[in-house]
């Protein structure tokens, strides 16, 4: 299908295109981090927050998750061209894993979680990387998005 566009109007209609590019990337990327975070309650997934040119945002409270979290915008209601988005997570534990927070191996840890009693089990030594992709999964989707955008913005660039 071909659409015609006056010429005055090109740079409104690639500006929409690209907002519409960004919208989708973000989007993408904050469901992505979320479904790749290891799980154990689900705070550290449902803690992940979308902060417009800046990382603001508080801790998620205590208490059940749901298994679909919408996106959480902090400080603004639509990703528009000009700004920067940051997806972050404020839990004193996010960076440790996110990082993949590699274990030592073979040690017994003793954890406790509310839902269930205090259990000692042996560490394989992975840590999150055994729940996610390993070290660097939040690296990996940073890269994906960059291609994904790279080949989004080549292809509106080419159909206008």
């Not at 566009?5 to 519409?20: C, L, P, R, T």
């Not at 205590?62 to 959480?72: D, R, T």
Request: charged residues 25%.
């Amino acid at each position: 299908m071909t659409r015609t566009i006056k010429v005055a109007e090109i740079g409104d209609y690639v500006n929409g295109q690209m907002e519409k590019l960004l919208r989708v990337a973000v989007l993408e990327t904050d469901n992505r981090v979320k479904m790749l975070s290891p799980v154990d309650l689900g705070r550290f997934r449902a803690s992940w927050q979308v902060g417009e040119n800046a990382a603001l945002g508080g801790r998620k409270p205590e208490g059940a998750y749901p298994n679909q979290l919408p996106i959480e915008r902090i400080g603004y209601s639509r990703e528009r061209l000009g700004s920067i988005y940051s997806i972050h997570n404020n839990l004193p534990y996010a960076e440790r894993l996110a990082a993949g927070a590699a274990g030592s191996g073979g040690t017994f840890e003793v954890r406790y979680n509310p839902r269930r009693s205090v259990v000692t089990w042996l560490s394989p030594g992975g840590g999150s990387s055994i729940q996610t992709d390993g070290p660097g999964w939040v690296q990996g989707i940073a890269k994906d998005i960059q291609g994904f955008v790279r080949i989004n913005a080549d292809r509106i660039g080419r159909e206008s």
